[in-house]
């Protein structure tokens, strides 16, 4: 259900197991994984998960101090119920690495600790990057050798839920960053104490949200496009600020134009459900969900609406998405829509896929290349000319 790992950096070497945290001289930070969160954020209110133990070495190279969190998926206590509770957990306030030595002192460790979310972020063509969502921190607190403190309303769970995109694939990550406070100085201890006065919580943006009801509830539309026998209200600068095209339609030389007589614009060529999707993504910067069984297709339909009004992030998202689609079937529909329009890492990708001499032949026996025959001769003359070589 879960799983941990950390890191860390400073001065000293860091330690490492498949159990500590990588921690420098005074500070660290450990991953705790929770995965399959749909089973297990209905446990009753007071109801905890807790990471294994973690070890953040100290300054002195015999000693640290072992930790763990405790997660309560719907709050501690009563007056948590519905809402995220995270602890942090003093298990030890100090252990003995020395080979012969094992022993455990009770004492007090000073420490300051922050929880955070981690999201991962991957736009297309580029690597992924992971950010922090959602963070808190703590005041500078003194712990005792079992001891914890704890934010009881961390975040309310549905906000969690629809709100941070901390959840993907029914999975989670929250990260505790921990600095012990104790190998430093009086002048220092004070200062840090000072500086780390409990912080605001400040909840992700949120834009994309409002202007997806403002889509949904067609409040305040000036424009309605009839798509598919549909007709479809919606707000002409939000579109314009989104889209060239739009802005030419509504505020440029195209607004006299006769497919926009009386604030009804008649969209040609497209299907309600591809236009209602590109409508989303004009407003939110997301796409909606969309059913497995038809997503390629969507796609590419997708990425037709994109280049058709000057949507380029649009355009490169459909492109990645549709490279993971390629094979010996499909590739010869994707590559005519990547010729057609100007697609270049998509056409990459397939011409890539054909470079072996028995899948190019695979594919110039399929329907699919009669289509690229007749669309696009000079691209089928290319690849028999690679088929040929």
Same mark, same amino acid.
């Given at each position: 259900?879960?799983?941990?790992?950390?890191?860390?950096?400073?001065?000293?070497?860091?330690?490492?197991?498949? $159990?500590?945290?990588?921690?420098?001289?005074?500070?660290? /930070?450990?991953?705790?994984?929770?995965?399959?969160?749909?089973?297990?954020?209905?446990?009753? #209110?007071?109801?905890?998960?807790?990471?294994?133990? @973690? #070890?953040?070495?100290?300054? *002195?190279?015999?000693?640290?101090?072992?930790?763990?969190?405790?997660?309560?998926?719907?709050?501690?206590?009563?007056?948590?119920?519905? /809402?995220?509770?995270?602890?942090?957990?003093?298990?030890?306030?100090?252990?003995? &690495?020395?080979?012969?030595?094992?022993?455990?002192?009770?004492?007090?460790?000073?420490?300051?600790?922050?929880?955070?979310?981690?999201?991962?972020?991957?736009?297309?063509?580029?690597? !992924?990057? #992971?950010?922090?969502?959602? $963070?808190?921190?703590?005041?500078?607190?003194?712990?005792?050798? /079992?001891?914890?403190?704890?934010?009881? !309303? @961390?975040?309310?769970?549905?906000?969690?839920?629809? *709100?941070?995109?901390?959840?993907?694939?029914?999975?989670?990550?929250?990260?505790?960053?921990?600095?012990?406070?104790?190998?430093?100085?009086?002048?220092?201890?004070?200062?840090?104490?000072?500086?780390?006065?409990?912080?605001? &919580?400040?909840?992700?943006?949120?834009?994309?949200?409002?202007?997806?009801?403002?889509?949904?509830?067609?409040?305040?539309?000036?424009?309605? &496009?009839?798509?598919?026998?549909?007709?479809?209200?919606?707000?002409?600068?939000?579109?314009? %600020?989104?889209?060239?095209?739009? *802005?030419?339609?509504? @505020?440029?030389?195209?607004?006299? *134009?006769?497919?926009?007589?009386?604030?009804?614009?008649?969209?040609?060529?497209?299907?309600?459900?591809?236009?209602? %999707?590109?409508?989303?993504?004009?407003?939110?910067?997301?796409?909606?969900?969309? $059913?497995?069984?038809?997503?390629?297709?969507?796609?590419?339909?997708?990425?037709?609406?994109?280049?058709? /009004?000057?949507?380029?992030?649009?355009?490169?998202?459909?492109?990645?998405?549709?490279?993971?689609?390629?094979?010996?079937?499909?590739?010869?529909?994707?590559?005519?829509?990547?010729?057609?329009?100007?697609?270049?890492?998509?056409?990459?990708?397939?011409?890539?896929?054909?470079?072996?001499?028995?899948?190019?032949?695979?594919?110039?026996?399929?329907?699919? &290349?009669?289509?690229?025959?007749?669309?696009?001769? $000079?691209?089928?003359?290319?690849?028999?000319?690679?088929?040929?070589?």
């Amino acid at each position: 259900m879960s799983s941990a790992s950390g890191s860390g950096s400073g001065r000293g070497k860091p330690s490492r197991s498949s $159990s500590t945290i990588v921690a420098g001289n005074v500070g660290g /930070y450990h991953d705790l994984k929770i995965d399959g969160y749909s089973r297990i954020k209905g446990l009753p #209110t007071g109801v905890l998960l807790r990471s294994s133990p @973690f #070890t953040l070495k100290a300054s *002195s190279a015999t000693g640290g101090h072992r930790w763990s969190i405790a997660f309560y998926p719907n709050g501690r206590g009563a007056e948590s119920e519905g /809402y995220i509770s995270l602890s942090l957990i003093l298990d030890e306030a100090l252990i003995e &690495f020395e080979e012969e030595e094992e022993e455990e002192e009770e004492g007090e460790v000073m420490a300051q600790f922050q929880f955070a979310f981690m999201v991962e972020h991957r736009d297309p063509f580029f690597r !992924k990057r #992971t950010e922090k969502v959602n $963070s808190r921190s703590s005041a500078v607190r003194r712990f005792r050798s /079992y001891g914890s403190f704890v934010f009881e !309303k @961390f975040i309310k769970r549905s906000f969690l839920e629809e *709100s941070t995109g901390a959840i993907k694939n029914d999975s989670l990550t929250i990260r505790c960053d921990i600095v012990v406070l104790d190998d430093l100085g009086p002048e220092e201890e004070a200062a840090a104490a000072e500086a780390t006065a409990p912080t605001t &919580f400040v909840p992700p943006p949120d834009l994309h949200r409002h202007l997806a009801d403002l889509l949904k509830t067609g409040k305040g539309a000036d424009v309605v &496009f009839q798509v598919g026998g549909e007709m479809l209200p919606a707000h002409g600068c939000v579109l314009a %600020a989104r889209s060239p095209v739009f *802005s030419a339609e509504f @505020f440029g030389a195209m607004k006299e *134009s006769d497919n926009n007589a009386g604030g009804v614009v008649r969209v040609d060529d497209m299907d309600a459900q591809v236009f209602k %999707a590109l409508l989303c993504f004009l407003y939110t910067d997301l796409l909606p969900e969309m $059913s497995k069984k038809d997503e390629d297709v969507m796609y590419q339909h997708m990425l037709v609406a994109a280049d058709r /009004y000057g949507i380029e992030r649009l355009k490169l998202i459909c492109e990645d998405k549709l490279c993971k689609y390629i094979d010996v079937g499909k590739v010869a529909t994707v590559l005519t829509l990547a010729e057609q329009h100007n697609c270049h890492w998509l056409k990459k990708a397939c011409l890539d896929f054909l470079s072996a001499p028995a899948i190019l032949k695979a594919v110039m026996a399929s329907d699919g &290349f009669e289509h690229l025959s007749s669309s696009c001769p $000079s691209l089928k003359t290319a690849l028999v000319a690679m088929l040929a070589s």
